[in-house]
Each structure stands twice: as structure tokens, then as C-alpha cells.
């Protein structure tokens, strides 16, 4: 059993070029969510999806979009990456729909943009 | 500012000592807490949880502790190990339709052999 998914593990890109994380977990969960990780900031929330087909923002969206491709899949795009974005970006899933939302998370991303 | 917080950013302590790891939330209407570790290069990973009907509850050498009329909870970590040395979150979630965890900004727990 996998669990959650992330590729890439490290990606650098030049300020301006785009990107795509992708994310992929086999828990059958219903809820999705991206979130970056910043030294001394903890976790703050990109962008979440409660269940296929919806797609929501977070504390900090502006610079990505999201796709919820199917039940297991959630990709996280940058269109024209900025210095700002340097971060580790986790994805994680939960079961979704109730009170009791204990997120799995995958191993990380970590992105340096030049 | 922010809904969850914690007061000690760094922690150390020696092997076998009892840990405590702090965490302040300010929305009386959170009715779900979780304490995640994170170690180094790792996703966080779920330790324990407490509902806000509970005052305590008990792991595997991990206690949860809720206050809610002081909105503050604790974890305690019972005969720390080196393996314990990590980043410890609390997060909680807020009712009222949103069950979006909230993270606090973390404590790195250091395990002195």
C-alpha cells in the first residue's frame, strides 16, 4: 500500500518556466489537498478538493492552479514560476464528508526557483 | 494572527526524560485536534487525536491533554527516545461546514542521548 504518492521529490526551475506536481494516493479517499511548507511558517493550505470533480482555495492560491483529475489523482500547476515559491509542497488525503479529517500526507516536494 | 500556535519553537531534552509539547488555539468552536510528528525529510505523520468531548486521551507512550477553557493542548511524550526527535504539529479542525485541518507552526522536539 503506497499511501500518497508525489512526483517529483526535487525540481529547480528558473523564475518564468511552469511546472506540474503531481499526486496520486490508493486509499480510495474522497478529499485531496496541497499545502507548502516554508521555514517557520508551518503548513498553510494551497488549495483543496473535497471530492472529485471540486476544487477549492486555501490560505495561499494565488501563483497555482489545480486539477483533480480522477478520485486518485490531484496535480498542482505553477504557470510561470516565481522566487517566492521556493517551498516544499506536500500533498495529502483524507477520507473525507466528516469530522474526523486525519490527513495522510506524501513524502514532499521540494522546489528551488531561480 | 494564527488560530493554532505553539510556544516553544525548540525543545531538547535527554533520553528517557518526559516530553511536553505545547499548543494554544484561539476558535472555542474546534472540535477535533491532531498531532502530527514530521521528521526530517518526511511528511507529517499522524500521531494522535482528541475530540473536544475528551479531556485525555492515551497512546503508546503518547498523551494527549485538552484544556478548553484555556484553549490550550499538550502532548507528552512518555521516556523520550532519539527516534522522537522530530517537528511536532497540532492542528485542529474548525466546524461549521469546513473540516479544513489547521497547522500550527511546529516545535522541533531534540532527543540528547
Known amino acids: 500500500n503506497a499511501g500518497v504518492t508525489q512526483t517529483p521529490k526535487f525540481q529547480v526551475l528558473k523564475t518564468g518556466q511552469s511546472m506540474t506536481l503531481q499526486c496520486a494516493q490508493d486509499?480510495?479517499?474522497?478529499?485531496m489537498y496541497w499545502y507548502r511548507q516554508d521555514p517557520g511558517m508551518g503548513l498553510r493550505l494551497i488549495y483543496y478538493?473535497?471530492?472529485?470533480?471540486?476544487?477549492d482555495k486555501g490560505e495561499v492560491p494565488n501563483g497555482y492552479n489545480v486539477s483533480r483529475l480522477n478520485k486518485r489523482e490531484f496535480s498542482l500547476r505553477l504557470e510561470s514560476a516565481a522566487p517566492s515559491q521556493t517551498s516544499v509542497y506536500f500533498c495529502?488525503?483524507?477520507?473525507?464528508?466528516?469530522?474526523?479529517?486525519?490527513?495522510?500526507f506524501g513524502s514532499g516536494t521540494q522546489l528551488s526557483v531561480l | 494572527g494564527e488560530s493554532v500556535g505553539l510556544h516553544l519553537p525548540t525543545l531538547s531534552v535527554q533520553e528517557g526524560d518526559n516530553s511536553i509539547i505545547n499548543c494554544a488555539y484561539s476558535n472555542s468552536a474546534s472540535d477535533y485536534f491532531i498531532w502530527y510528528k514530521q521528521e526530517s525529510g518526511k511528511g507529517p505523520q499522524f500521531i494522535i487525536d482528541i475530540r473536544s468531548n475528551m479531556d485525555k486521551r492515551q497512546g503508546q507512550r503518547v498523551t494527549v491533554l485538552l484544556n478548553k477553557t484555556v484553549k490550550h493542548l499538550s502532548l507528552q511524550i512518555a521516556a523520550t527516545q532519539p527516534g522522537d526527535s522530530a517537528v511536532y504539529f497540532c492542528?485542529?479542525?474548525?466546524?461549521?461546514?469546513?473540516?479544513?485541518?489547521?497547522f500550527g507552526r511546529g516545535t522541533s522536539l531534540i532527543v540528547h542521548p
Open positions: 486509499m480510495n479517499h474522497n478529499s
Open positions: 495529502a488525503s483524507s477520507e473525507g464528508g466528516g469530522l474526523n479529517e486525519k490527513l495522510f
Open positions: 478538493s473535497a471530492s472529485e470533480g471540486t476544487t
Open positions: 492542528a485542529e479542525n474548525l466546524s461549521g461546514g469546513s473540516y479544513i485541518p489547521t
